[in-house]
């Protein structure tokens, strides 16, 4: 049986191989034949583009691409004048501009050195609103009634500009606090988007699982809130597949807290009594991970 590198000595046979300097995309290696040594290009390799001999760079048409580097050698161009070209301002990874594949290689291919086309889920946006903070009751929750400062957010999602509606939305939390800092996964939720895209979510900082029944009892419960520092932070997933079939997930986190982080002071009551903000970082869209 010939070796590996008796194989790799005859001309035109091909071996797919790791870029083992970014750990990244495979690339196809040629064996080398001894007249492409007198060219300055070598046989196909990294997803099919040429290689230059002399640089080691890998040719895409618009651009070179260095896998010793894991990055293109020039940033990203169009032929309509534009800021930063192809970029979306809801995706990040679009304003790199020496990225390969917006920064995830796996992905796919990059046909010819530029920004790749939008994916399944680059039109579908997802927005939720940013209510003010209230002394919440009875909640339903996996371990029975919960109470707490909270709020009742409308998340909307919409693609092309147009709602999502009648999408299944199964949600996957993971909170943690300031007291016990330990993360709890809670059950998945569901909900259903109305007609215009939207439905409702609850974020509670729970304080009691004991029912409350009384105006008494929650101004006890007001009244508890204001004195001690907490703060409540959910690492929140929302799955759906859009109306087109796109499956899609947003990825975000929200916070309820009663302490300004910067100046580590109380905050001021709000109208409803309570001295919690709630503030949501921007989801962040992007496909399903494939089982």
């Not at 035109?12 to 750990?23: I, K, N, S, Y």
């Not at 040719?59 to 309509?80: C, I, N, Q, V």
């Not at 679009?94 to 039109?123: E, M, S």
């Not at 209510?131 to 929750?141: G, L, R």
Request: proline share 9%; glycine share 6%; with cysteine.
């Amino acid at each position: 049986m010939l070796s590996r590198s008796q194989l790799e000595g005859a001309p035109g046979l091909a071996f797919e191989t790791w870029d083992t300097a970014t750990m990244a995309v495979p690339f196809v290696r040629r064996a080398s034949a001894r007249a492409e040594t007198n060219t300055s290009f070598w046989w196909p390799r990294f997803t099919g583009k040429e290689r230059d001999a002399e640089s080691g760079n890998d040719y895409f048409g618009a651009r070179y691409y260095s896998s010793s580097m894991g990055r293109f050698l020039s940033p990203d161009w169009s032929a309509k004048m534009m800021p930063v070209p192809y970029a979306r301002m809801d995706n990040p990874q679009t304003l790199n501009l020496y990225a390969y594949l917006r920064n995830n290689p796996l992905a796919g291919v990059d046909a010819d050195g530029h920004c790749p086309p939008d994916g399944p889920c680059d039109k579908v946006k997802v927005t939720i609103d940013q209510p003010k903070p209230e002394m919440k009751t009875n909640e339903k929750s996996a371990s029975g009634p919960v109470s707490g400062p909270g709020v009742q957010t409308t998340v909307t999602i919409t693609e092309n500009g147009k709602p999502v509606s009648g999408a299944t939305v199964k949600e996957s939390p993971k909170s943690t606090d300031n007291i016990t800092g330990e993360p709890v996964k809670a059950p998945a939720g569901t909900a259903t988007t109305s007609s215009q895209g939207t439905f409702k979510d609850n974020v509670i900082a729970p304080m009691t699982n004991t029912p409350v029944t009384t105006p008494e009892q929650k101004a006890q419960l007001t009244s508890a809130s204001l004195d001690a520092p907490y703060s409540h932070t959910v690492e929140n997933t929302f799955s759906f597949t859009t109306s087109s079939g796109a499956a899609c997930q947003a990825t975000f986190s929200e916070t309820l807290q009663n302490v300004n982080p910067d100046t580590m002071k109380f905050n001021d009551t709000n109208s409803n009594g309570v001295n919690f903000t709630y503030t949501h970082t921007d989801p962040v869209v992007s496909p399903q991970p494939q089982n």
